[in-house]
């Protein structure tokens, strides 16, 4: 005699295990570990930062005038 299947609970695991199989791929494609992306923040912040020291202020540059050693 032939085991009695469920075509519904049948058609449910497979899409299941199609569903899991893509997510397994798209981790191995898409995924970075969590070391990867607070390393990847950090190395961002520090740019930031350092770019942020490197601004000129707006009043910080001497106008031509105002230069030392200028003929007048």
Known sequence: MAEIINFNKARKKKARAEAERQAAENR????????????DAARTEDARKRLDQLQREPGDARSDSDAPGTPD
């Open 28 to 39: 191995v494609r898409f995924g970075r570990s969590k070391a990867e992306k607070t390393l």
